[in-house]
């Protein structure tokens, strides 16, 4: 099947992009324009406070918060100590070096400072800085303390790890790295560099060695080869890394002509990102909608790949990009947690503020011949599309995925190897457990980018992000407490305002609670219909306040019926509306008559009785009695 890349620049609030092979979708990202990207940017940064507890300093580099920079991410350039001293750690890193030539992988800068399992830096850049270095800057650590060698107001070049998230500003660190298409610059790590352990074959690694030392790199900086430059020639490379030279020279004109805190660098949009780090030589065709991204990927594409520039081709047809791959119906499952598989079962992925829960069950899968069959087969596509979901909805963090029991290790053992193959894709560093004897497997991926619903939606108003609302009787009842409580600091009057559904109940189930309260506690209570509040919400305000002293009991006068004197009625009017009535009726039954029909039995149909008039005419009837009293 033809490999294919879509970016979808049409609109200037949003740009996607995914990678599709065939009709199934194997990469998604995007990029909102209100909520741009932070990770790889480099600022022009000063230190706010210094805390000796956290062994860390704040940063105001410019963000929405202050940044976190945690110590053993400090350069020992900025260290404010002697001179003799500085250059005394820098040649212990320097013989440090010397002693592990051969990098392994990058460590996480922050995690002694952050709960969180997510990384720092790309995946493909695993190789910048090694356990090693991590060990050997807390043992700089040990040495210092943040609060001998770090002042308030100092001055840094600082880059963006980690984004901002929550109440959590961006972690930062001073130790910079430049990512190209082929290679990532150090420009502040001495003697740091290698191959990325992703490239596995021994005469690639060999080779590639033997580039980067041809390559003269200056003292000080490093350079690393990323997994795209396996395969390429040193003339490829030599390009991209004289393309990252050239904008470390930028980023230093640009830092001394500034005033902190300055943005120095800003990470490629998406556009250009894409085609650096997702696009490779099996993707067969780029297609572009939006001219502006598409002007922009392919001059991108022909100073990075000049012989790829071909494949990246404009679209302009009237129906959209996505809608005419059929991309949109397989984007909108990333929004819904249930994820269906191909034998009848599905996967349930609930994200909560711990872990990320992934949930298999087999549904309708049952053509195999028993149960540990079938749980085989539905464990072996749930490890498959969990690896997907995770690269498509960008889930990082702790990820616990409850397979379905079997009784088998040897099947278990299959299933960790089928998740083990397909994470091997996976541009985010992943570590993963084994199935415990609960079915559970633990894996920690890292933080690319913020996730799909974590950068497109928002806490819904009506559950707070819970997933539930109370029900109405609950809403009800709960409302009504509030009124008790009101009520306990004194009577007089009050209006609760209420949605329409609780309002509704109040009236027609707890009617007479409320009037227990008016009577026992005094305060009359006013309900008010508000169509705008969510359907959990109650709101209470006092409209006329009646103080009473505490243990003081209320005591009501009940209210006497008001009986009218004869003298309140005009007789003349009354005999008026005693003839009127009578002519009424007169009519009426001659047209009962003409009808057919008995007028007695008419009358009482309706339901025209002497007792229906005083009910409809209370004044009236009074004044026919003592008519007919009169005339007596």
Partial sequence: MSKKMLIDAAHAEETR?????????????????NRKQLRGNIYLAKVTRVEPSLQAAFIEYGG????????????????????????????????????????????????????????????????VMDEEVARRRRRLMRRYKIQ??????????????????????????????LAGRYGVLMPNTARGGGISRKITTVTDRKRLKGVVQSLDVPQGMGLIVRTAGAKRTKAEIKRDYEYLLRLWENIRDTTLHSVAPALIYEEEDLVKRTIRDLYDKDIDEVWVEGEAGFKEARDFMRMLMPSQAKKVQAYREATPLFVKHKVEDHLAQIYTPTVPLRSGGY??????????AVDVNSGRATRERNIEATALKTNMEAAEET?????????AG????????????????????KLKDALKD?????QMGKISGFGLMEISRQRRRSGVLEGTTHVCEHCAGTGRVRSVESSAL???????????????????????????????????????????????????????????????????????????????????????????????????????????????EDEEYEGGRNPVAAREARGESEERAEDDGERAGRGRRRRRRGRR
């Avoid at 100092?154 to 998230?165: D, G, P, S």
């Fill in 478 to 588: 709960s409302a009504l407490r509030t009124v008790e409580g009101e009520a306990l600091k004194g009577g007089g009057e009050a209006t609760l305002k209420v949605p329409r559904a609780v309002g509704l109940y109040i009236l027609n189930e707890k009617r007479n609670h409320l009037a227990r309260i008016n009577e026992g506690l005094g305060l009359f209570v006013t309900i008010v219909i508000d169509d705008a509040m969510f359907h959990v919400d109650h709101e209470i305000e006092r409209t006329a306040s009646e103080a009473r002293p505490e243990h003081v009991a209320v005591h009501h006068t009940p209210l006497q019926a008001y009986v009218p004197d004869d003298d309140d009625f005009d007789d003349n009017a009354v005999e008026d509306e005693e003839e009127e009535d009578e002519e009424i009726l007169e009519a009426e």
């Fill in 148 to 177: 001998e060698v770090i002042r308030r107001r100092q001055i840094m070049l600082v880059q963006v790890v980690k984004e901002e998230r929550g109440n959590k500003g961006a972690a930062l660190t001073t130790y910079l790295s």
């Fill in 387 to 395: 690896a997907r979901q995770l690269r498509l909805r960008d889930l």
């Fill in 347 to 356: 996967l349930v992925i609930n994200q909560t503020e711990a872990l990320v």
């Fill in 398 to 417: 702790l990820i616990v995925i409850d397979f379905i029991d079997m009784d088998e290790s040897k099947n278990n053992r299959a299933v960790e190897k």
């Fill in 426 to 430: 996976d541009r985010a560093r992943v």
């Fill in 17 to 33: 992009v995914v990678v599709i092979d065939g009709t199934r979708v194997e990469e998604f990202d995007f990029e909102s324009q």
């Fill in 64 to 127: 929405n918060r202050h940044g976190f920079l945690a110590f053993n991410e400090i350069h020992p350039d900025y260290y404010q100590i002697p001179v003799a001293d500085r250059e005394a750690l820098m040649r212990e890193e320097a013989d440090d070096e010397d002693d592990h030539p051969e990098p392994r992988g990058r460590s996480n800068p922050s995690s002694e400072n952050d709960d969180d399992d997510d990384d720092a830096s790309d995946a493909d850049e695993d190789d």
